[in-house]
C-alpha cells in the first residue's frame, strides 16, 4: 500500500531558487495538508485542502502557495528559497469532515535546507 | 480557538516502568477526536490511538491507552511496561468536526527517552 508518497525525500537549494515538493495518495481522502517541522519542534500547518479546488491557508503560509486540481496531489510550491524555509517537511491527508475519528496519514517526509 | 498544549519538553524513565505524557486541550466544538501519534529517530509520524469526545470509555491499544478526563480537557498517554523502543517524540494532536476547514493541530511534542 503506497498511502502518502512525498518527492524529494532531501534536497539542497540556494537562495532564492524555487521548487515544487510533491504530494501524492492513493486513499481517495479528500483532506491534505502540508506541515513544516523544524529541529526540535512540533508541526506547524502551512497549507490545507478540503478538497480537489479548495486550499485554505494554515499557521505559517508565508512563502509558500499550493494546488489541489485532482484528489490525489497536493503540490507545495517555494518561490523565493530563503534559509528561514529550512526545515522538515510533511504532507498528509486523511476522510473528510463528519470522520473525526480518522487519523491523518502522513508520508515519510522532505528534508530541505536552504544555504 | 483551538489549542493543544503538551507540557513535557522530555521524560527519562526506567525501562518497564510505566509512563504517562500529558495533553491539555481547548475546543469550542462539541465534538472533537483526540490523536497521539510517535515520532521515532527515523523521522516517520506513526499514529497511536484515537478518543472520541463522546466516547464513553477510554481508548487501549496494546500497550497504550488514553486517559481522558473531559471536564479537565485533558487526554493523557499512558505507555505500560515501557521498552526501549519506546524512546521517541511524541504529539498529542486535535481534530474538530463542525467546522468547515477541519483542522488537526498538534501539541509541540514530549521527547521520551527510556533507560536500560
Known amino acids: 500500500n503506497a498511502g502518502v508518497t512525498q518527492t524529494p525525500k532531501f534536497r539542497i537549494l540556494k537562495i532564492g531558487q524555487s521548487m515544487t515538493l510533491q504530494c501524492t495518495q492513493d486513499?481517495?481522502?479528500?483532506?491534505m495538508y502540508w506541515y513544516r517541522q523544524d529541529p526540535g519542534m512540533g508541526l506547524k500547518l502551512i497549507y490545507y485542502s478540503v478538497g480537489a479546488g479548495i486550499t485554505d491557508k494554515g499557521e505559517v503560509p508565508n512563502g509558500y502557495n499550493v494546488s489541489r486540481s485532482t484528489t490525489e496531489d497536493f503540490p507545495l510550491r517555494l518561490e523565493l528559497a530563503a534559509p528561514s524555509q529550512t526545515s522538515v517537511y510533511f504532507c498528509?491527508?486523511?476522510?473528510?469532515?463528519?470522520?473525526?475519528?480518522?487519523?491523518?496519514?502522513f508520508g515519510d517526509g522532505t528534508r530541505l535546507s536552504i544555504l | 480557538a483551538q489549542k493543544i498544549t503538551q507540557t513535557q519538553p522530555g521524560m527519562f524513565v526506567q525501562e518497564k516502568e510505566a509512563v504517562t505524557l500529558d495533553c491539555t486541550y481547548d475546543?469550542?466544538?462539541?465534538?472533537?477526536?483526540l490523536f497521539w501519534y510517535k515520532q521515532p529517530s527515523s523521522g516517520e509520524m506513526i499514529f497511536l490511538i484515537y478518543q472520541g469526545s463522546y466516547d464513553q470509555q477510554n481508548a487501549t491499544e496494546g500497550r497504550y491507552s488514553l486517559n481522558f478526563q473531559k471536564a479537565r480537557k485533558s487526554a493523557n498517554l499512558v505507555i505500560s511496561a515501557s521498552q526501549l523502543g519506546d524512546s521517541a517524540m511524541y504529539f498529542c494532536a486535535m481534530r474538530g468536526t463542525m467546522n468547515r476547514d477541519d483542522k488537526i493541530i498538534f501539541g509541540k511534542g514530549t521527547r521520551l527517552h527510556i533507560l536500560p
Open positions: 475546543t469550542s466544538d462539541p465534538s472533537y477526536g
Open positions: 498528509a491527508s486523511s476522510r473528510g469532515q463528519g470522520n473525526s475519528n480518522q487519523p491523518q496519514h
Open positions: 486513499m481517495n481522502h479528500n483532506y
